[in-house]
């Protein structure tokens, strides 16, 4: 149908609260849930389509139309800068990006001529914020197991997010500085808010009104 939205969620922690977001207002498709296999659900009677992605993946879908909306944290859309329109703060999932090193290390570090090594999963955001420091960094770029870089020498910080911090302070890690606080955001397309203008509105506006009434 030509008024169908389709809604990329992100497979993961934001997955749960994604769900319990879309059931609360009556617009979860039947079958969806957290252990399914599936990857694509239709709610007919609401013109609804959900399909189920990596987090990262979940930009490109929309930006590139394949999904007309889409939920994402924060720190996914800093890193990947991808050109959506963000009408809503979706309040759950709170994280935030911090520079972290060993514990021995000063809060406030002596910073020299040479480049410090930074290890994380967020290669843009970590070089956008020593940039704007005036610090030389190398930028080490790693998939997972960031914690472990400082430990066995592959870097002296490094840049990551983290909800408690308990995983830090089990690797005899420290929090250094906060780059950026991070939750969960509603994407939507630019094309798809001029051409599904009243649809698309619609749901911002039933979504934004349970915002903070759901919990992870």
Do not use: H
């Given at each position: 149908?030509?008024?169908?939205?389709?809604?990329?969620?992100?497979?993961?922690?934001?997955?749960?609260?994604?769900?319990?977001?879309?059931?609360?207002?009556?617009?979860?498709?039947?079958?969806l849930?957290?252990?399914?296999?599936?990857?694509?659900?239709?709610?007919?009677?609401?013109?609804?389509?959900?399909?189920?992605?990596?987090?990262?993946?979940?930009?490109?879908y929309?930006?590139?139309?394949?999904?007309?909306?889409?939920?994402?944290?924060?720190?996914?859309?800093?890193?990947?800068?991808?050109?959506?329109?963000?009408?809503?703060?979706?309040?759950?999932?709170?994280?935030?990006?911090?520079?972290?090193?060993?514990?021995?290390?000063?809060?406030?570090?002596?910073?020299?001529?040479?480049?410090?090594?930074?290890?994380?999963?967020?290669?843009?955001?970590?070089?956008?914020?020593?940039?704007?420091?005036?610090?030389?960094?190398?930028?080490?770029?790693?998939?997972?197991?960031?914690?472990?870089?400082?430990?066995?020498?592959?870097?002296e910080?490094?840049?990551?997010?983290?909800?408690?911090?308990?995983?830090?302070?089990?690797?005899?890690?420290?929090?250094?500085?906060?780059?950026?606080?991070?939750?969960?955001?509603?994407?939507?397309?630019?094309?798809?808010?001029?051409?599904?203008?009243?649809?698309?509105?619609?749901?911002?506006?039933?979504?934004?009104?349970?915002?903070?009434?759901?919990?992870?």
């Amino acid at each position: 149908m030509k008024d169908t939205v389709t809604i990329a969620l992100p497979k993961g922690r934001l997955l749960n609260p994604s769900i319990a977001l879309f059931r609360k207002n009556g617009l979860l498709p039947r079958g969806l849930k957290t252990d399914s296999r599936k990857l694509l659900f239709e709610n007919a009677p609401n013109r609804i389509r959900m399909v189920i992605v990596r987090a990262v993946d979940v930009p490109t879908y929309v930006e590139y139309g394949a999904a007309d909306m889409g939920i994402v944290g924060k720190d996914v859309l800093l890193e990947q800068e991808p050109d959506v329109y963000e009408p809503l703060d979706l309040r759950f999932g709170s994280c935030r990006i911090v520079v972290a090193g060993p514990r021995t290390a000063a809060m406030t570090p002596s910073w020299s001529s040479a480049k410090l090594k930074i290890a994380t999963k967020y290669p843009k955001i970590a070089e956008r914020y020593f940039n704007e420091k005036g610090l030389p960094v190398e930028i080490i770029r790693l998939s997972g197991a960031v914690e472990l870089a400082p430990l066995v020498g592959l870097s002296e910080q490094i840049v990551d997010l983290i909800t408690t911090g308990t995983t830090l302070r089990e690797n005899r890690l420290e929090e250094q500085a906060v780059i950026a606080e991070s939750t969960a955001r509603l994407i939507v397309n630019r094309a798809s808010l001029k051409t599904k203008t009243k649809t698309i509105t619609d749901l911002i506006q039933r979504l934004e009104k349970t915002i903070g009434e759901t919990t992870e």
